[in-house]
């Protein structure tokens, strides 16, 4: 991990000034406080399809501590660990992982339906019994035969909109314990994982808990999230180079204020916008511009089209025959490959860029590593592709936020733009350049805020490579874990009043392994610092010149594939 990487509101902030007590307060006068999701009250008690029938779940977890099996790995309990190891509280955890079911429950239920919702837990559970001897498995239940919980999922995540209740009826029936629940989601035996602690040391094992990219023919096999171990370190600070790093960064910061600056004209002599389509386009641009040069115009067009198609495939299930989602993204690949390809040879040929280092593509073509080897070309190819995959949309996301926050929470705006104002010295139109991003301490709170509500990257994916015991629970070797970064972000436990939009909490740096927007470990975001100077920089040329509002303050949300009210943001935009 890089310097860089670690989140500059870490030592940056001054400890010193108190929180706002505005955003403390309940129901303030003049702050219309909206939680993320909050077209339902989050106290609703949750309704979980699951739960009539849960109490017939199978008493497998009950699995006894048997004789240590061999070739698993045991993991320390965490010093840094908020929870509880589950055999301390016996009464109040333990119960419902340790008590049998009673029967007459399971009898009222019909055979075929039990069998069902028995069908998993026997299938997945029986042979770790059998075969490993394995000791407890983290309390959870693993739904139905080929579903598994995708249901109950789906449930809180699209019809109910209230995400977070998902993990929450979880420590609500099985109790907060380690922080991991074994379930069956995304056509995989799982493990859930959301406490800091075991979030935080899967995310630095990557031995034991490897990046499992599902559509690695879509991001290219030699992209960095494609590659492990040594390779995946050696390219990793190719990219991490040419585009986190402080020097990258000046060029950047420079480089992408023009377009954003015409953009926020544009915007408001439209004076109706959508702030999602419109952040898009700018980030677009900017990523065709500092990655491989190209200026707004039809090739950029096309590759935007392209990419829209790539990403999409991304989603879906990996089925290669005409007509699916996954076979056209494979499609618009290929045609993104050809071009920037061309682009590759054309500078070849001309021998240019050697040194000049202008964008991601000459910075990649020129690079030496120690041992003064340079990248291939599939290499250079694969990683502008990727880098492309990984930071449009959730950069876009960002931008979107920022603008829908600053609407709902006009008293951070005021002290937003009186910061960003004292910088630029009244002359609007002025480019900042890195060092004034640096400075600007409470701009850079509103960006971290931005992030842990947005949790645009809500959960992420890990294989597990060999048994691995941890206080006293089994993760199994070939299981998948997922790493629920968002319900991290929205515990109270972590941040006070978590749904409120307060960059003043961040006058302190936050507890450890509890913010994990970008990751963690050696996989951390690989344009952590180029995503938050991008917003940065945004905020900056549209709090000094405009003033917006939303034209649906009270959009409903959707949160698949990630949090977005359904109108995109709209905004009425004019000049201050
Ligand atoms: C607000 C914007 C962004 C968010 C929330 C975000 C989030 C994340 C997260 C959570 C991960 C880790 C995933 C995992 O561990 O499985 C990640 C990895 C990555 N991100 Fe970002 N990202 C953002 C912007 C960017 C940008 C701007 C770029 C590059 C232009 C980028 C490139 C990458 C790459 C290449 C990786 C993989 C790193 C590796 O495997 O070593 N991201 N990002």
Redesign the pocket.
């Known amino acids: 991990m890089h310097a860089h990487d670690v989140p500059h509101s870490d030592g940056q902030v001054p400890s010193s000034s108190p929180p706002n007590p505005a955003f403390h307060q309940p129901d303030p006068p003049s702050i219309d406080i909206v939680p993320l999701n909050s077209q339902v009250p989050s106290t609703t008690p949750a309704i979980d399809p699951s739960e009539s029938i849960s109490s017939a779940s199978s008493s497998l977890d009950q699995l006894p501590p048997s004789s240590p099996s061999t070739g698993s790995i045991d993991l320390p309990a965490p010093t840094t660990s908020t929870c509880s190891n589950i055999n301390d509280h016996p009464d109040e955890l333990g119960a419902s992982i340790m008590q049998p079911i009673p029967t007459t429950r399971a009898c009222d239920i019909p055979g075929v339906v039990w069998l069902l919702w028995s069908w998993n837990e026997l299938w997945f559970l029986t042979p770790l019994k059998a075969w490993s001897g394995a000791t407890k498995l983290p309390p959870g239940h693993m739904g139905f035969p080929f579903f598994g919980e995708m249901i109950n999922f789906l449930w809180y995540f699209k019809i109910l909109g209230r995400p977070d209740d998902f993990i929450k009826s979880k420590q609500a029936r099985y109790g907060d314990g380690v922080g991991m629940y074994r379930t069956h989601l995304f056509g995989s035996p799982s493990i859930i994982a959301c406490s800091p602690a075991i979030n935080k040391l899967i995310?630095q094992s990557a031995e034991l808990f490897p990046?499992a990219w599902p559509t690695v023919e879509l991001v290219g096999h030699n992209s960095?999230?494609a590659v492990h171990g040594k390779p995946?370190a050696r390219l990793?600070s190719y990219?991490s180079n040419a585009?986190n790093q402080p020097e990258a960064l000046k060029r950047i910061a420079l480089l992408v204020q023009p377009h954003i600056v015409s953009s926020l004209q544009l915007w408001a002599e439209k004076g109706t916008v959508r702030a999602f389509d419109e952040v898009k386009k700018v980030t677009f641009a900017n990523i065709g511009k500092f990655f491989i040069s190209f200026e707004p115009g039809p090739i950029l067009d096309t590759l935007d089209q392209h990419f829209e198609g790539l990403l999409k495939g991304m989603r879906a299930q990996p089925f290669d025959f005409p007509g699916t989602a996954y076979h056209h993204a494979l499609q618009c690949r290929k045609k993104l490959m050809e071009i920037f390809r061309t682009e590759l040879e054309i500078r070849k040929q001309n021998g240019n860029g050697s040194g000049a280092r202008k964008d991601l593509m000459d910075g990649l073509m020129h690079m030496k590593d120690e041992e003064g080897k340079q990248l291939g070309d599939e290499e250079v190819l694969d990683n502008i592709a990727?880098?492309?995959i990984?930071?449009y949309k959730?950069?876009s996301?960002?931008l979107m936020w920022a603008i829908y926050y600053l609407a709902k929470f006009p008293d951070v705006l005021q002290k937003l733009r009186g910061e960003n104002m004292a910088v630029c010295k009244n002359e609007k139109g002025d480019f900042i350049n890195f060092e004034n991003i640096s400075q600007m301490k409470y701009t850079n709170k509103v960006v971290e805020e931005t992030?842990r509500m947005a949790n645009?990257?809500q959960i992420?994916?890990r294989l597990v490579s060999k048994d691995v015991d941890y206080q006293g629970y089994r993760i199994p070797k070939g299981w998948q874990v997922i790493v629920w970064?968002r319900s991290i972000h929205t515990d109270p436990k972590n941040f006070e009043d978590p749904m409120v939009f307060n960059p003043d909490r961040w006058n302190e740096p936050p507890k450890p392994g509890t913010y994990?927007?970008?990751?963690g470990g050696?996989?951390?975001?690989?344009?952590?610092m180029?995503?938050r100077i991008?917003v940065a920089i945004l905020l900056h040329h549209l709090v000094i010149g405009y003033k917006w509002e939303l034209i649906n303050p009270d959009a409903k949300m959707t949160y698949l594939p990630h949090p977005k009210p359904v109108d995109g943001v709209e905004i009425a935009i004019s000049k201050i």
Do not use: D
Request: proline share 3%.
């Open positions: 995310l990046i960095l999230v995946h990793r990219v585009i990727s880098l492309i990984g930071g959730s950069t996301l960002a992030l645009i990257a992420f994916f970064a994990q927007v970008f990751g050696p996989r951390i975001c690989a344009g952590n180029l995503a991008q």
